[in-house]
């Protein structure tokens, strides 16, 4: 069986929303936040419609791998989207205060032009945030530089989404890599994966 690696990510099932509580200035990006506990409940698998779950998704030793080939099918019949094999985050209000996101990513070395992580909803577009691996560097979208040289190792990812002053921050093992205006209020959720 031929097999195209071109869409492959893994993150730990280490995801982690946090909401705000203390407003402060600290090295680590979760300081001051909540943790928020994520549950199988907490969150939906979206993948092709017309493959098993399981030939798309594992979870083994706290990792859950996520995988899509540049040929699979949408989520659904009707839609025209792009294949996609992804996690999104429900049962949590994120229209106000300020939500973080953390995960554990890994991209083989060849992923390109693929969405790791986003936060969809938003006034202005379907989405508010979309950070995509492209040879092995992350884009704000297929534009703005966010962190370099990422092919064949674990990262940290944070993203800080500050509702309410219109403000998103994506941490990279810890360290500010990018900061910009959020596309305004909306239904808004995460969503991680490939």
Request: charge should be negative.
């Amino acid at each position: 069986m031929e097999r195209s690696y071109s869409l492959l990510l893994l993150f730990l099932a280490l995801f982690s929303l946090k909401s705000f509580n203390l407003l402060c200035s600290a090295a680590d990006p979760t300081d001051g936040f909540t943790p928020v506990p994520l549950t199988e409940a907490n969150f939906v698998l979206q993948k092709p419609y017309n493959v098993p779950l399981n030939e798309r998704c594992s979870y083994e030793d706290g990792v859950r791998s996520l995988w899509v080939y540049a040929t699979d099918k949408p989520q659904d019949p009707s839609s025209n989207t792009q294949p996609r094999t992804e996690v999104r985050i429900t049962g949590l209000d994120c229209s106000s205060g300020v939500w973080q996101f953390e995960g554990y990513g890994f991209v083989p070395n060849g992923t390109s032009g693929v969405t790791v992580a986003q936060i969809h909803g938003a006034f202005h577009g379907a989405t508010t945030l979309i950070l995509r691996i492209y040879d092995g560097n992350m884009r704000y979208y297929s534009g703005d530089l966010v962190a370099t040289d990422l092919y064949d190792k674990w990262f940290r990812l944070n993203i800080i989404h500050d509702v309410d002053g219109g403000r998103l921050t994506v941490f990279i093992d810890g360290e500010e890599r990018y900061s910009t205006h959020d596309q305004g209020p909306g239904d808004l959720y995460f969503k991680c994966g490939v």
